[in-house]
């Protein structure tokens, strides 16, 4: 089997991890188990470029299980769990191009070398497969049946290539069900952002200035789980909406000028360039703290920052510290990449079970229906939404009322009024 990965002697570590979330991932278990007896994606080859991480390897193994052969790189050069590669080369054979800490070099030649299996489905967080795809091996297109992508920075991309007509096949926005964007983007960023803050820092949250750029839904997560250790969550927003919903859920909104002056801790979570750029350092206080959680490491302008600071040093493991010339010293997290992936573990097992689980019913209906689809992007349907939801319902023991025929009726008609 063709791989690239850190070390191969891992593969103890990683497999014990891998079964541990797999514990907490009842829904994608299920749908595992019915992939093994129907094997839906029989013959069907799936490029996939995800987060290296235990959650993954039970996706890979779901995917396996139903019969498609897979190959799977890094979506993210600083997210990998080496452990995890090993294990998947070792104990699922899968097929794995991927090493925490890889440049941009290696990077790319990993998202070539999955796509060398010439997938019939590409499988993205974040739209690099698709992109390589159009840009550099467009012969590619012809076996292609159709894509998914992970998140809300991939489907931005990709909403973008089908409104200039250039998409070259159909994708599924799983980013966009329900049961995805509300639960990982919201809860699982929250926790796993303020995780990756903890591990890498060891500072305490409670009582500080946290500032949160962006109030989508990874923002609101974030600050719900920032004012939950008691910090003095700021929020800073451009679309004035989402700005009132996040002062009356009881934040303090502000400009970043005026935030960023204040600011113990800040986190991008906006998805654009240069949120924190150089005229924000010269703002800041001494030995703030900045990281990011957007998909990209855009959103804070490293290149200003190292020609701002007299010097740069690492100050603790994927912390570095900027020194100015007056003695302020800034701090940046994994080099301004995600901060959940690179200094902690990402979302917890309990969230991407969903998330997965709607990246597994999407190959399928691609395999199902990809032919009837135009070359755009689409959400999965509702139905499959729904399913999954009630499959992680079921899997926590809740049970929920049904309308009676009475209710529903009433909701259909038009006619009573008061
Ligand atoms: N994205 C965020 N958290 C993740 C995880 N644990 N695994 C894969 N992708 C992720």
Redesign the pocket.
Known sequence: MNYHIKDKALKGLGKKRILWADNNMPVLRQIRKKFTKEKPLKGIKISAC??V????ANLMRTLKEGGAEVSLCASNPLSTQDDVAAALISDYDVPVFAIKGENNTTYYKHINQVLDIKPNITMD?GADLISTIHSKRKILLKSILGGTE?TTTGVVRLRSMATRGVLGYPVIAVNDSHTKYLF?NRY??GQ?SIDGILRATNTLIAGKNFVVCGYGWCGRGIALRARGMGANVIVTEVEPIKAIEAQMDGFRVMKANEAFKIADIIITATGDINVIDKHHFELMKDGVILANSGHFDVEINKKALTKLAIEHYEARPLVEAYRFKNGKQIYLLAEGRLV??SCA?????EV?DM?FANQSLAAEYIVKEGKELDKKVYKLPQEIDDRIAKMKLDSLGVEIDKLTKEQENYLKAWEFGT
């Open positions: 995800l987060h991480t235990t959650e993954t967080d992970e990982d699982g960023t796993s959940n992936l573990e990402g979302h917890p097992p991407m998330s």
